[in-house]
């Protein structure tokens, strides 16, 4: 009888259960399994990979060589479904583009979600209810002798109020699937995501990968990466700091200064040295600013700085 899953939890052996334990029937569960990805074409179990995508035809092209990777390797495959495509569209494109589909969804291989049902039932965000789906879903592969679960979950949640819920969600994910016979994708549109929210999702995936122009692009360094890329952004649009924003008619020309340097992404150092006073200085403004603008930290202040 498979065993089934302990993901979420936290138990240790007692010494009778380690007399009884059987050899496991499984693969090694360090052993590298197939993600159809071409940046990434291998990965071990407990991965957990954020991807960007430009377009629809791009989230369901990734998806039919992530699931038909999963499918061949014996793995129970699992789709949330949002925005942009619905879920008999992604079933016809599955069906299109993975040989056997037919005989895969006949025998419980693949499941699609309406993803808003999944992660917000009733309207209500519950972690622990959608952790434990996640669980009972794993225990179920492994019982139908599965050698895991696979899942993907298009991320419709930067568009809500509930970004921190679901923020919190993903740091979640990513620390439980640790030893976990489970590989998790999640994918966002680039085209809702604004710059502070990248930081923040790649913060929450071991692997950040981007499709954009039709080529990949594997971010093996996607922070320092980004904060270049805004750098430049900033650079060249400095009039940001010009428009009117909640808090702005209320900010002295020295704390306009001070945001100028935030913006840029100067550190408390930096940006003291750059304005020649101390850095206690540059800490006082900076409070005054976020109290101003209302917002309670630095991520929140760009955002409301940034944001159209």
């Not at 969600?169 to 549109?189: K, N, S, W």
């Amino acid at each position: 009888m498979p065993k089934l899953s302990d993901f979420g939890k936290r138990k240790s052996k007692t010494p009778t259960d380690r007399r009884n334990a059987q050899p496991p029937e499984r693969p090694d569960p360090a052993a590298l399994r197939r993600t159809g990805i071409r940046p990434l074409p291998t990965t071990p179990w407990g991965t957990h990979i954020c991807v960007f995508y430009e377009s629809t035809q791009d989230l369901v092209d990734m998806h039919i060589d992530y699931f038909r990777a999963g499918l061949e390797a014996n793995e129970l495959c699992v789709w949330a479904i949002s925005d942009p495509i619905t879920t008999e569209e992604a079933r016809e494109a599955l069906r299109r583009g993975i040989p056997s589909f037919k005989h895969y969804l006949a025998q419980g291989r693949i499941d699609i979600l309406p993803g808003y049902e999944w992660y917000l039932k009733g309207g209500e965000f519950d972690l622990k209810r959608i952790t434990g789906g996640w669980s009972e879903k794993l225990s179920a592969a492994l019982a139908m002798g599965r050698d895991g679960l696979r899942v993907s979950g298009n991320a419709f949640w930067l568009e809500t109020n509930q970004w921190k819920e679901f923020r919190e969600y993903e740091q979640e994910l990513d620390d439980t699937l640790a030893g976990q016979r489970m590989i998790v994708m999640c994918t966002y549109a680039l085209d809702a995501a604004r710059a502070v929210d990248l930081l923040d999702v790649s913060r929450a995936h071991q692997f950040t990968i981007a499709k954009r122009h039709g080529e990949w692009e594997f971010l093996e360094t996607p922070e320092l990466r980004r904060a270049k890329e805004e750098i430049n952004i900033l650079n060249r649009a400095m009039d940001v700091l010009s428009k009117s924003f909640p808090g702005s008619e209320s900010l002295t020309r020295r704390e306009r200064s001070v945001l100028a340097q935030i913006v840029k992404g100067a550190s408390t150092r930096e940006a003291a040295a750059i304005l020649s006073v101390s850095p206690r200085t540059i800490e006082f403004h900076r409070a005054n600013i976020m109290q101003k603008v209302g917002v309670k930290n630095v991520a929140g202040l760009l955002r409301a700085v940034l944001s159209d």
